[in-house]
């Protein structure tokens, strides 16, 4: 939803640390979408140089992940949501279309609150915002998100192809917004993919979630 400098700060982090540059295949392949920490590991993994099948890391996970975090601090101020993004929410605004929204980021929930009141989206209404929490995996936030409701009643969008394939298999009807076509595809037989959220139509979602 909104367009934050993940990739950026991971990229910075990697070049601080080990002087290799993180492109922007790596990132998506590897760290996008994914916990702080578990981002961090993945990001070691990738710049750590093997010598006679010895690791030689000169830094840990911990660190990379609060310098990505202050870099992230440094460079979120003004983010903005993507402009496919606010167009949606104006016509779930428009429509009184029930939503949720959810993230695995520690950051996402403030900053996506604050581009709502700078793209003057939803007024002073409060906005539901469910974040994974540290030790819970994704299909039981999807089944955290579905609540009481049948599942074939819920849409969901998610940019992870993960977690969109994840939700159809748990009888969501669920959609990956691709923009990025380095991106992979989700592969679930009842996926839909997005290259932007003007191709999502609220009719479709007169009684979902997303």
């Not at 007024?123 to 299909?139: E, L, Y």
Request: hydrophobic residues 40%.
């Amino acid at each position: 939803m909104i367009d934050t400098p993940h990739f950026e700060a991971w990229r910075n982090a990697a070049l601080e640390f080990s002087g290799q540059q993180l492109t922007s295949q790596q990132y998506i392949e590897h760290i996008a979408g994914r916990p702080r920490m578990e981002g961090a590991s993945r990001l070691l993994a990738l710049t750590t140089r093997h010598a006679g099948g010895a690791t030689s890391a000169r830094f840990s996970a911990d660190e990379l992940a609060a310098y990505k975090q202050e870099e992230f601090q440094r460079l979120s101020p003004g983010t903005e949501l993507f402009e496919d993004s606010l167009r949606l929410l104006q016509r779930i605004e428009a429509s009184a279309q029930p939503v949720m929204f959810y993230t695995a980021s520690l950051n996402a929930p403030q900053l996506f609150e604050a581009a709502l009141k700078r793209a003057n989206v939803w007024g002073q209404a409060p906005v539901s915002i469910t974040r994974q929490a540290p030790h819970q995996t994704r299909d039981k936030l999807v089944q955290q998100l579905i609540g009481d409701h049948a599942p074939q009643d819920v849409h969901l969008i998610d940019d992870s192809p993960y977690a969109t394939d994840l939700a159809c298999g748990l009888g969501v009807r669920a959609w990956q917004i691709r923009r990025d076509p380095l991106e992979p595809k989700a592969s679930h037989p009842r996926a839909s993919i997005l290259s932007s959220l003007d191709e999502f139509t609220l009719a479709h979602s007169s009684q979902g979630r997303n």
